[in-house]
């Protein structure tokens, strides 16, 4: 006997909190620079399409990491000269396929514990570290940054 029709799997889901303010932002744009309130929607169709995909299957380092960036930009938007940002650059990556948010997601997380505690600029700086990726999140100067691994699995660890 067959069981119920199993729903197909979708990306991980989005907040929809994140969503309405980078909507909110693209709307401040609009009057003083209309240019840039179509560049942060096109951004947040972007960053939608990516993680949204019906077919979540791992994805090149490199693809996760423009997501990283789009992610990045969308809350420059909404936080204007409060978050600056380093990603590592092409090849520091050791070349790898990851499932999709595999990085974006840590890095969510952490960036929105720091702003919702922490008032001014915040930076990002995310680096290639043992097979994996390190980021450490604090204002400029910090003592004490927070500090985050982002483990990255190999194509067979994501398919088993």
Do not use: W
């Not at 380092?61 to 940002?85: G, N």
């Amino acid at each position: 006997m067959e069981g119920p029709a199993k729903e197909p799997i979708i990306g991980a889901p989005v907040s929809a909190h994140f969503i309405n303010n980078v909507l909110a932002a693209a709307a401040s744009y609009i009057e003083d620079d209309p240019d840039y309130a179509r560049d942060v929607l096109a951004e947040l169709g972007q960053f939608l399409s990516y993680r949204l995909r019906d077919d979540p299957v791992p994805v090149p380092i490199s693809q996760e990491m423009a997501h990283v960036s789009c992610y990045l930009r969308l809350q420059q938007a909404r936080f204007p000269d409060r978050i600056s940002a380093e990603l590592p650059g092409d090849g520091e990556i050791t070349a790898r396929r990851v499932s999709p948010g595999a990085v974006q997601r840590p890095l969510a997380d952490a960036l929105s514990r720091r702003l919702g505690e922490h008032v001014g600029p915040c930076v990002a700086v995310l680096s290639a570290q043992n097979g994996g990726l390190e980021l450490v999140l604090g204002a400029p100067g910090d003592p004490s940054p927070e500090r985050v691994v982002i483990a990255l699995t190999t194509e067979e660890e994501v398919l088993s």
